[in-house]
Each structure stands twice: as C-alpha cells, then as structure tokens.
C-alpha cells in the first residue's frame, strides 16, 4: 500500500474513529510514524510506530 492509498482509504472511515496496528501482543493504538529513505530503486517507507502508553 502505497501513502496515497493509505490515506484514500483513511478518508472514507469516520473521522473520530482510532487507528490501530496489529502486533504479536494484540492491537495498539498508532503512536506515531518514521521515514525511511531508501536508494538503489528500494521504494522509501513510511512506519507505523506503536503507542507506548498503555491502551
């Protein structure tokens, strides 16, 4: 999924609705997001980092 479809498909859910990631332990909240650049034709990534706080 590339960021342009992420956020097409973020922008039919409803506004105040959370965002969760799916993990080993169950599902957290999204606390965050890094880039990655890459080169050599490696597309660049963007990560979803998990809420430290507790759910």
């Known amino acids: 999924m ?3 479809q992420l956020i097409a498909a973020l922008q039919q859910m409803p506004a105040q609705a959370v ?8 599902y ?3 606390g ?3 880039f990655e650049q890459n080169g ?3 597309p660049d990534e963007v990560i979803l980092q998990p809420s430290m706080e507790d759910d």
């Open 2 to 4: 590339t960021v342009a």
């Open 19 to 26: 965002v969760l990631i799916e993990g080993d332990a169950g």
């Open 28 to 30: 957290s909240l999204v």
């Open 32 to 34: 965050g997001l890094d």
């Open 40 to 42: 050599n034709g490696v």
